[in-house]
C-alpha cells in the first residue's frame, strides 16, 4: 500500500489517478473541508482515508511500501508563517523521521519557489552551502527551502530513509487544479477568460528586459511530475532534491498562442497592473536545470507546451460539468 499526503490537492490527486491505473493499493492522507476537493478523486477506489493529525498513529497499525508527501500549504501569497512551519516543515520532519525508523521510502515536494528571483541560477545543487544562499521571494518558497536544509543535513549525519527525494517543481499546470483558486495555473486562468469571451488579461512588465507579456516560465504539465514521481517510487538506488520542470522557459504569449489554437479562438490581449503584493515578489524567468535527473537515470521526454495545453483543454471541455 502506498500513502499519499496532501491527495485531494493538485499533483496528489494526479498521481493517485496514475497508480489506480496501474492497480496499486493506494491510502491518502489529507483534509477535506468545506471545498470541492473530493471532485479530485471521483472514481479511485481508496484502502484508507486519514487525517494529517492522525497520520502518525495511523502509520503504526498500517504495512505501507513509501510515503508520497505532496501535502503542504501551497499558497505563495500566504502570510501566516506559524501555520506554513507547522504543515510544510514540522509534519515533513515527523514522516522522516517515522519512514528513516521503519526503513519506509519517503518522495516528497519541495518547490522552484526555493530559487527566488534565481540570483544563484536554477541548479538543483544539493550542497548545505548552496541552499543557504538561495533566498525565496515568499514565506512558502522559504518553508520548503528550509525543510531541504534540514533533509541534506540529516542525510549527512546519516540519519535518513532508504530512499528520499524533494522534488522541485517549478509552473506545473494541468487537470484537477480546479480547487487553487487564485493559485491556479496562469493556462487554467487564460483558459476561463476566453471562455468567457473576455480579453486575456496579462501582466505589464517593470522589467527592462521583458515586454509585456514577455515574462517567462518553465511551465511543465502535471502529467510529467506523475512521471518523475513514479520513475523514482521504483528506482530505490537514486535518492536527492531534484528539479522537475521541462528545461525550457517560455513566454505568457506563448501560453495565449498555445490556448487560441487549441481553442480555436482567437485572443485579445489587455495588459493589466501588476498588483504590489505580487510586483515585490515577481520572478520574471524560471528555467530548471534538468542534467541531475537525466544524469540519476530518468529518460522519459517532457511534454511540449503546445501539446500539454491541447491536452488539457480537452480534459476541461470534457468535464466541464465536473471540474468548473
Given at each position: ?33 468545506n ?37 503542504a ?44 528571483a ?34 541534506i ?39 476561463e477568460?476566453?471562455k ?18 514577455g ?98 483543454v ?11
Amino acid at each position: 500500500m502506498i500513502l499519499i499526503t496532501g491527495a485531494t490537492g493538485f499533483i496528489g490527486s494526479n498521481y493517485a489517478h496514475l497508480l489506480s491505473n496501474k492497480g496499486e493499493e493506494i491510502a491518502i492522507c489529507d483534509w477535506f473541508g468545506n471545498h470541492d476537493k473530493w471532485k479530485n478523486l471521483a472514481g479511485l477506489n481508496l484502502a484508507d482515508i486519514v487525517d494529517p493529525e492522525n497520520v502518525l498513529g495511523w502509520l503504526k497499525h498500517n504495512k505501507i511500501s513509501h510515503i508520497i508527501h505532496m501535502g503542504a500549504v501551497s499558497t505563495t501569497t500566504a502570510t501566516d508563517v506559524d501555520y506554513l512551519l507547522k504543515q510544510n516543515f514540522e509534519l515533513s520532519k515527523k514522516l522522516w523521521y517515522w519512514c528513516t525508523e521503519a526503513r519506509i521510502r519517503f518522495i516528497y515536494a519541495s518547490s522552484a519557489a526555493t530559487y527566488g528571483a534565481g540570483e544563484q541560477g536554477f541548479t538543483d545543487d544539493n550542497s548545505l552551502d548552496y541552499l543557504k544562499k538561495l533566498r525565496p521571494l515568499n514565506a512558502y518558497g522559504w518553508s520548503k527551502n528550509l525543510f531541504d536544509m534540514w533533509a541534506i543535513t540529516q542525510v549527512m549525519k546519516g540519519n535518513h530513509p532508504p530512499q528520499w527525494a524533494g522534488l522541485k517543481f517549478f509552473n506545473v499546470y494541468g487537470p484537477r487544479e480546479t480547487h487553487k483558486g487564485p493559485q491556479r495555473s496562469v493556462a487554467h486562468q487564460l483558459f476561463e477568460q476566453m471562455k468567457r469571451g473576455e480579453s486575456i488579461k496579462l501582466f505589464k512588465s517593470y522589467h527592462p528586459d521583458y515586454p509585456d507579456g514577455g515574462q517567462q516560465r518553465d511551465f511543465v504539465f502535471v502529467d510529467d511530475c506523475c512521471e518523475v514521481i513514479n520513475w523514482l517510487s521504483h528506482t530505490p538506488s537514486v535518492s536527492g532534491i531534484f528539479n522537475v520542470g521541462t528545461g525550457k522557459a517560455r513566454s505568457f504569449f506563448d501560453i495565449v498562442t498555445g490556448l487560441s489554437n487549441a481553442m480555436s479562438q482567437k485572443a485579445n490581449i489587455e495588459f493589466i497592473e501588476m498588483p504590489d503584493q505580487i510586483k515585490q515578489h515577481y520572478q520574471y524567468f524560471t528555467q530548471s536545470d534538468m542534467t541531475r535527473l537525466q544524469s540519476a537515470g530518468y529518460k522519459l521526454s517532457f511534454t511540449s507546451l503546445e501539446q500539454g495545453i491541447e491536452t488539457y483543454v480537452n480534459f476541461l471541455e470534457n468535464n466541464k460539468d465536473f471540474y468548473s
